[in-house]
């Protein structure tokens, strides 16, 4: 049993929204959000993927590239001063340039409103509606770790989370919390449930799952975030499909116990694993 008194909890929050057309309203409502969450106490707010930006990569369309920013653009620089007036470090997924590239990005702001980390999708998906390679570069600075509200967090943007190699990375150097950021539709929420709940049970860690709300109707993100524990047991009910918040609680009992219980980082077997690290493309069995 867990300590639910326990002196080193953190809540944490999972924002979800339905972004609209218009960018910057969509960031005074994300602020908005921040300061809802600073007055219930909570030390970690978190957004979904691409959280201030209406779901462009659902058709190729070159005037999507419009809405890249560079990190000192004013999307991060709004939720940087928000951060810091409030006292609330963030995870804000965004749409980044940096020279000739463009990344589905993450920022991590910590609760000075300083960006201690920028994780940039690695695994980026070619799917009808999901036309991100169009847009996005594959990220190249690898998994990225930061301090932010007391715990060592990390994230994995939706896709990356069927990858299972980026949470153990992350839980290797020494992850508390891996924030995954989403934008799922249709009927794939039991999907997800069961990738991130093994995620977070295979590695130790605590899982938050954000994702976006609304939509067109013929892609209807339908938001249900919720919070894993290191045992992959749903932490408290899971978000509905309106937007606003959802609460949770981190305890550093729970990274504790399951690491003592089921030490599995401990025995694992490196030396046997180079087929994980063979770059020649593999047949599916017949």
């Not at 462009?56 to 369309?61: S, V």
């Not at 975030?225 to 609680?249: C, H, N």
């Amino acid at each position: 049993m867990i300590n639910e008194n326990a002196s080193k909890s953190k809540t944490v929050a999972a924002i979800q929204v339905g972004p609209g057309p218009d960018p910057q309203a969509n960031i005074e409502r994300c602020v908005e959000l921040i300061n809802v969450a600073a007055d219930q106490g909570v030390n970690l707010a978190c957004f979904p993927e691409l959280a201030h930006l209406p779901w462009f990569p659902a058709q190729i369309d070159e005037r999507g590239f419009e809405l890249a920013q560079p990190l000192d653009g004013p999307a991060i620089s709004a939720i940087r001063e928000a951060a810091q007036q409030r006292g609330v470090a963030v995870v804000f997924p965004f749409f980044e340039r940096d020279g000739e590239r463009c990344y589905n990005s993450t920022a991590l702001i910590d609760e000075h409103g300083e960006v201690r980390g920028v994780y940039r999708k690695l695994h980026v998906p070619q799917l009808p509606r999901w036309e991100e390679r169009h847009y996005f570069s594959a990220g190249d600075n690898g998994f990225v770790l930061a301090q932010l509200a007391g715990l060592r967090v990390g994230v994995q943007v939706a896709w990356d989370n069927l990858f299972p190699e980026g949470c153990r990375a992350l839980a290797l150097a020494g992850a508390e919390l891996i924030v995954a950021p989403t934008a799922n539709c249709g009927e794939s929420h039991d999907l997800w449930l069961r990738a991130i709940s093994a995620n977070a049970l295979f590695n130790g860690v605590y899982v938050l799952r954000v994702n976006r709300v609304g939509g067109a109707p013929e892609q209807h993100f339908y938001g249900r975030s919720f919070l894993v524990d290191p045992y992959g047991d749903l932490a408290g009910q899971e978000a509905g499909e309106a937007e606003g918040l959802m609460l949770g609680e981190l305890h550093r009992e729970a990274l504790v116990l399951i690491r003592r219980e089921f030490p599995l980082l401990r025995d694992r077997r490196p030396d046997q694993y180079a087929a994980i690290c063979d770059n020649q493309d593999q047949e599916p069995p017949e």
